[in-house]
């Protein structure tokens, strides 16, 4: 079955960086479009970044310039490198399969909080 594995959450200081992954299985991962969303206590989940199948980019505009997507078809992993974070990116980050059927997939969730 499909199963998308989020992990590299935790607390960090306003101003430093983490980087999360997460790990695919149970489809064919180069052929699908991955994304990393986020969901704050009491916000809507948002768009943080995306990369396709080809490996252009795309990044939510609250991120654009501190965060970085990618991906490394070889070992079926898809990371987002954050850095300069701020109190406002505390939020659950989500990982997001689009597979070749059009199927959307999920994984668990890894918090992310930055305070002092």
């Known amino acids: 079955q499909v199963q998308l594995v989020e992990s590299g959450g935790g607390l960090v200081q306003p101003g430093g960086f983490l980087r999360l992954s997460c790990a695919a299985s149970g489809f064919t991962f180069r052929r699908a479009a991955m994304n990393w969303y986020r969901q704050a206590p009491g916000k809507e989940r948002e768009l943080v970044a995306g990369?396709?199948?080809?490996?252009?980019?795309n990044y939510g505009d609250s991120v654009k310039g501190r965060f970085s997507i990618s991906r490394d078809n070889s070992k079926n992993t898809v990371s987002l490198q954050m850095n300069s974070l701020t109190p406002e990116d505390t939020a659950v980050y989500y990982c997001?399969?689009?597979?070749?059927?059009?199927?959307?997939?999920w994984g668990q969730g890894t918090q992310v909080t930055v305070s002092s």
């Open positions: 997001k399969a689009i597979t070749s059927l059009g199927n959307h997939y």
């Open positions: 990369i396709s199948t080809s490996g252009l980019t």
